[in-house]
C-alpha cells in the first residue's frame, strides 16, 4: 500500500469528496450547495439570526459567508433585515421558500448521510461521527 493511502489527511480529504459530491447531487434539482444548505440548518432552528452568529455555529469566516448569504438572497432562500433595535447589524431570515422545502431538504440530508454511511453498522455510525467530532474540537 502507498503511504499516502494510510494518511489521515489524504483519507478525511477523499472522505470529505465523496460525501460532499453525494450530497451536491441531492441538491442540485433545488439549485443549492451544501454550504448554502448548512447555512440553513441554524436558521431553521432559530430564525433571524446575524451573519456573524451564522458563522459562528457554523465555523464560517464572514468573508466566505457573505457571498454565500448575498446568493442565497438573489436565489429566494433567504432575506436580510436591519436589525429594529440595532440598525449596525443585519438580521438573516428564511423566505417562505426554505420553510416550505425544509421537510424535503432534510429528507435529501438524510437520503445522503445513509448512502454515505450505509456499510456501517449503527456502532460504527456512532464511533465515526464521535471520532469526527474530537478531530473538529
Known sequence: MAQYED??????????????GNFKRHLLPHDL????????????DEDGLTASEIG?????????????????SEKGWLRKS?????????????????????PELVKER???????????SLEEKVLLKRLLREIRD
Open 110 to 120: 438524510e437520503a445522503s448521510n445513509e448512502e454515505i454511511l450505509g456499510d456501517l
Open 7 to 20: 494518511c489521515i489527511i489524504f483519507l478525511l480529504a477523499k472522505a470529505y469528496q465523496k460525501a460532499h
Open 82 to 102: 436591519p436589525d429594529e433595535k440595532d440598525k449596525r447589524f443585519i438580521r438573516i431570515y428564511l423566505t417562505q421558500k426554505a420553510e416550505n422545502l425544509k
Open 56 to 72: 459562528k455555529r457554523l465555523t464560517l469566516d464572514n468573508a466566505t459567508l457573505s457571498g454565500i448569504l448575498d446568493r442565497m
Open 33 to 44: 450547495t451544501p454550504v448554502q444548505h448548512l447555512i440553513l440548518e441554524p436558521l431553521w
